[in-house]
């Protein structure tokens, strides 16, 4: 019997998790680090109910990953890491499913970093990490955007000189683990429901997806993970005559105009205050109450269009911290949005129930799971006979 471990780097962190390797993976242990390149780093394990912390001090990627072995050594008790799932965020326009990971792979890889500078390094440096300590185990890669891959060139394209999308300056569509699940988890509950779905990612990171018979067809966030939706620090849709006057009026270089996008923006940006939905809705100052509004009506404005992109719709989703707990947001984005047949019932979606609507569409809440979605991926690369895509 073996198992198969889950990570998910970013540019500090690393969350991991360990699945069995059958064919009804169950999660047996998950955790995190934290604070990776600071002096404080620490490991978080969550296992048989109980919550550990290591502090690890000063750790690189590497250092991360190595903790991650040590940490989940007893959880294994001498069975094997069979394969390791490891989510990238850019699989260029030449990957739409896993991939199995070997050196020409990685090199392909590492040309994406261009297009995802503050990810794809950070996901590559956990792979080779996890080489290292798991020689043996079978790495896969899992994208970000590869269940974007088949949008329509209308929606997959910028009105920029064609040879810039020739070199991939492209609407590739980001959180995509996330969609995956979610879509899989719905044609389940409701396969009638199928049709034209729209699936709000809210979390830290907020993206929205249009799906046609469970194919992405247009989605929010575009070449980056900055666009569409304003985030906790991102600032998302942005006039690019704004960049433009930063860098002639107010004199910016391209890095310090990449901290006010990715970190200084979106939530915490217009509340002064926190990147924290939880932490906005209990603050009382107006900052905070128009850093909401302004998400609100970012997310009621892309329904709209999204739903246009379908020439209607039948579901709504909500999933991420905010989508799945959020339930004041809930009612705030679908308040007045009888016209499109959106009516919530006030108990379940104060309820967070799986179905929150009485009106024509459904409205539902999926709690999502990016890893279990990785965790099949490497189970499928095994030979355990899992398909990747079902459940
Ligand atoms: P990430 O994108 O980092 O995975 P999450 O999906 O965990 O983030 O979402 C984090 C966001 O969810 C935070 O803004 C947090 O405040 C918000 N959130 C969590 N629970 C609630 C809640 N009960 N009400 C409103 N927002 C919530």
């Not at 300056?169 to 879509?183: E, K, N």
């Not at 099949?376 to 079902?390: C, E, Q």
Request: with cysteine.
């Amino acid at each position: 019997m073996s198992c198969v471990l889950t990570l998910n780097a970013g540019s500090s962190s690393i969350k991991f998790s360990v699945y069995s390797a059958d064919d009804a993976p169950a999660e047996l242990a998950s955790g995190q680090v934290e604070s990776l390149y600071s002096p404080t780093a620490s490991l978080t394990l969550k296992w048989q109910g109980e919550k550990t912390k290591t502090e690890l001090g000063q750790a690189d990627h590497t250092a991360g990953v190595r903790a991650i072995l040590d940490a989940v050594a007893p959880v294994l008790d001498g069975q094997d890491v069979g394969a390791i799932g490891h989510r990238i965020v850019h699989g260029g326009t030449i990957y739409d499913a896993p991939v199995v990971l070997d050196e020409t792979v990685l090199e392909k890889l590492a040309a994406f970093e261009p297009l995802a500078p503050l990810h794809q390094p950070q996901n590559l440096a956990a792979v080779r990490a996890a080489i290292a300590a798991f020689p043996e185990a079978v790495q896969v890669g899992c994208f970000d955007t590869a269940f974007h891959r088949g949008h329509p060139w209308v929606n997959d394209t910028f009105a920029l000189p064609r040879k810039y999308y020739e070199q991939g300056v492209r609407r590739y569509g980001f959180h995509g683990l996330s969609y995956d699940y979610v879509s899989g988890q719905l044609a389940k509950l409701d396969p009638e429901g199928m049709g034209r779905v729209v699936i709000a990612h809210l979390g830290n990171g907020a993206s929205m997806t249009a799906l046609r018979d469970g194919k992405s067809v247009a989605s929010t966030m575009g070449f980056s993970a900055l666009d569409g939706l304003p985030m906790g620090t991102r600032c998302g849709q942005l006039d690019p005559g704004v960049l433009l006057y930063l860098m002639s009026h107010e004199g910016m270089e391209a890095d310090q105009i990449s901290d006010l996008l990715y970190n200084q923006s979106g939530l915490k940006g217009l509340s002064g205050l926190s990147n924290d939905m939880r932490t906005l809705e209990a603050a009382d100052t107006d900052e905070a109450k128009e850093a909401i509004a302004y998400f609100v009506f970012r997310v009621r404005r892309e329904i709209g269009a999204l739903a246009a992109s379908l020439g209607g719709i039948d579901t709504l989703v909500f999933t991420g911290g905010i989508g799945e707990n959020g339930a004041n947001v809930r009612a705030k984005i679908c308040e007045g949005m009888d016209w499109m047949g959106i009516t919530l019932d006030a108990a379940a979606n104060q309820d967070s129930a799986d179905l929150i609507s009485t009106g024509s569409v459904s409205v539902r809440v999926i709690r999502t799971n990016e890893e279990l979605v990785i965790a099949r991926a490497a189970i499928a690369a095994l030979g355990a006979g899992v398909s990747a895509a079902a459940e």
